[in-house]
């Protein structure tokens, strides 16, 4: 990892042991050929929990054997929107078999609708999306939203699909204050990325000051959405503390308590080994 002139690394901002990345592609090419130090930097700034997010049952089959001796990391595992038009009956399935058989899959996801890219249409989204919810609910687990530019369709088909008061976080959080609300409303959590501390977010700064700190968490998404000051480099969960530090700030927290309650939450939400 760079540095330059005046940016502090994230061993110089570490917060107490505690915190957790709720969010991370750590199998994808990126970080999976330095793992160990990837991970090595994350224990150091205090990160102690990590989901990590599988992105379909091959992806899982392939990278498992990555996190064989990592004991603090726990699985999500479902069909990103991208790639809905390759969730049919057999995968789904599969996805099931594996989730009932390994308790280090938490949770099933990221799952939701993608408008923005409409990489498989709108209707094989919206297929993919119920078959996942399905599956969550035949597996008493977890679900992991990703929306953009669908925030009320996602919304509308969770409410038709009985999801009020289950277990569900909404990942990579980025829509507005109403949607916002609708989501606390029904009982459910908030992910904040490093988008945070972008100087321009000031939307998403005043947002997080209505989430009630009991019902949010933190996440990398990494390798990608770097925080400043590592904004357009790769991210990773060390980096996960300039996040952290941004949300306390914009709560008008005191950072460690900010870290370990959102560590805690994530923990507590998951079923995850503190």
């Known amino acids: 990892m760079g540095k330059k002139k005046n940016r502090p690394t994230p061993q110089e901002i570490a917060l107490p042991p505690g915190g957790a990345d709720s969010h991370a592609h750590l199998d994808f090419e990126a970080l999976a050929g330095n793992l160990d130090q990837v991970l090595d930097r994350a224990e150091k700034c205090g990160v102690s929990t990590l989901g990590q997010v599988f992105l379909g049952p091959d992806a899982y089959l392939k990278g498992r054997e990555l996190f064989s001796s990592r004991p603090e990391?726990?699985?999500?595992?479902?069909?990103?929107?991208?790639?809905?038009?390759?969730?049919?009956?057999?995968?789904?399935?599969?996805?099931?078999?594996?989730?009932?058989?390994?308790?280090?899959?938490?949770?099933?996801?990221?799952?939701?609708?993608?408008?923005?890219?409409?990489?498989?249409?709108?209707?094989e989204q919206r297929q993919a999306f119920k078959t996942q919810l399905e599956l969550t609910r035949d597996l008493d687990l977890p679900v992991v939203i990703h929306s953009r530019d669908a925030a009320g369709e996602t919304l509308e088909i969770l409410k038709q699909m009985g999801f009020k008061g289950r277990k569900v976080l909404w990942h990579c959080f980025g829509q507005d204050l109403e949607t916002a609300l609708e989501i606390l409303d029904h009982g459910w959590f908030i992910s904040i990325p490093g988008s945070i501390t972008f100087a321009r977010n000031t939307r998403l700064r005043e947002i997080l000051r209505e989430i009630p700190v009991d019902r949010l968490m933190l996440e990398t998404d990494c390798p990608f959405i770097a925080p400043e000051p590592y904004r357009g480099k790769q991210n990773e969960p060390a980096l996960l503390v300039f996040t952290a530090m941004e949300a306390a700030r914009s709560k008008g927290m005191d950072a460690e308590e900010l870290w370990t309650t959102c560590g805690d939450n994530c923990r507590s939400f998951f079923g995850a080994k503190s």
Do not use: M
């Not at 078999?97 to 408008?115: H, N, P, Q, W, Y």
């Open 73 to 123: 990391i726990f699985y999500i595992l479902g069909v990103h929107p991208h790639e809905a038009s390759t969730l049919d009956t057999e995968t789904s399935a599969h996805i099931y078999s594996l989730a009932r058989d390994d308790e280090r899959i938490k949770a099933v996801g990221e799952t939701g609708l993608d408008f923005f890219y409409n990489k498989s249409s709108p209707q």
